[in-house]
């Protein structure tokens, strides 16, 4: 199944709003040693230059990020006004297909 989503990007004082299409999509409750694995799974791919095969059902992708990916870490707080309890963190590997190689970035990520 893929969907196509729309995000809003800024750069400056301009924003736009970038189509995105849904290539796979997982969300389960699962314990913190189990998303551990999967993440670890992720971690051995990338570091021996391996593509990163996710399946889920009939659902699947294969995806090769690139040498240097963008790699943005986000914290949230979500919710409905006066009540933002939901708490996320996001991993988000990007790159660009025809380009292959990312720079840039905001500092040194630091992961305690």
């Known amino acids: 199944m893929v969907s196509t989503e729309e995000s809003l990007m ?11 299409e849904v290539l796979f999509k997982s ?11 999967y ?3 992720v971690a051995d791919n990338l570091d021996s230059g391996n593509a990163i095969s996710l399946k889920a059902g009939s659902e699947s992708v294969t995806l090769n990020p690139p040498a ?4 943005e870490v986000k914290a949230e707080r979500e919710g409905p006004a006066g009540n933002m309890t939901e708490r996320s963190i996001e991993f988000e ?3 660009d297909e025809n380009d292959g190689e990312e720079s ?5 990520l630091e992961i305690e």
């Open 104 to 108: 840039g970035g905001s500092g040194q």
């Open 68 to 71: 240097r990916p963008t790699f």
């Open 10 to 20: 800024s750069t400056g004082n301009v924003s736009y709003v970038m189509p995105e």
């Open 27 to 37: 969300e389960s409750n699962q314990s913190r040693e189990e998303i551990a694995a």
């Open 93 to 95: 590997l990007e790159w």
């Open 39 to 41: 993440l670890r799974k």
